[in-house]
C-alpha cells in the first residue's frame, strides 16, 4: 500500500500555486522546502529555467535516472552564496567577485571550483556531484529561490539538482515543455510561467573564478561578462550570439 502511494504521488505531482492562486515566495518556498526535507524532490522555477532539486540520496538517484545522465556526467549544488563559500576552496580575494555578482547585483551564476576537504561529507551522492576534485554551485536568485535557499541554509540542507529537462534536450522555460519522465519523477512543481531568459532559449552562464574564465556562455553572458570585465580586469570572449557587436550588426 505504501509503495502504490509513492507510485501515485510521484506520477501525480502537486502543483503550487493552486488554481486561483497567485505566485506567493515566501509560501510557495516552506512548502518547497518541506518536501525536500522530508526526502522529495521538486521542480522549481530559476530566472535560468526550471530546474529539478532534492536533498536526499534516493531523491537525487531518480533524479539521475529521468535525466538520462551517464555516469561522470555530474549535477550540482543549487544554492546561495552562503553555499559556495561553505562548499568551495577559493583564494579569499575571489569570493569578492561572486558576493558582487550575486548578493550585490542579483544575478544567476553557475560557479565551478575547487571542493574543500571539509565539504566532502556534507554532500549526498558525492560521486554524482563532483568530478576532478570539483563541484558546480548555481547561485540562484529571484524571491523564491532567495527564500528557498535561505531555509536550506538555516536547517543545514544542501540541495542538488540540474536543469529540468531529459540530458541534451534544451533548457526548459515553461512547464509545459518539461519532458513527462521528469515531471514524473517530482512530487511537487511550483509553476511561475515563463522564466526571465527564456529569450536566450539556453541555460546559465558558469564560470570558473579562480582561473577567470568562462566555461559556458549562457543566459545574459554579456552582462556578467561586462562586470567581470570592467570590475575585475578578466578577458572574455564577446558572445558570438547576443554580443554588441552581433546587436549592432
Partial sequence: ??????????SNPRIVPRPGEVPNAKRDAAEAFAILQAGGTIIAPMDVGYTVMSASVEGI??????????PGHTLGVIGTYASHL??????????????????????TIGVIAKIKDSARQLLPCLDQVTKNNTLGIAISEGPFQRELGRLNDENHQLVIGSSANVTGQGQ???????EPEILAAADLIVDYGRQKWSLYGRAGTVIDVENERVLRIGANYEGIREKLTAWFGWTLPEDPEFGAQSQKA
Fill in 172 to 178: 526548459k522555460f515553461v512547464v509545459s515543455d518539461i
Fill in 1 to 10: 500500500m505504501d509503495n502504490q502511494a509513492t507510485d501515485h504521488q510521484a
Fill in 86 to 107: 561553505q562548499l568551495h576552496d577559493l583564494p579569499p580575494e575571489k569570493y569578492n567577485i561572486t558576493r558582487t555578482l550575486t548578493e550585490e547585483l542579483g544575478m
Fill in 61 to 70: 538517484e531518480k533524479l539521475f535516472a529521468a535525466k538520462k545522465r551517464q
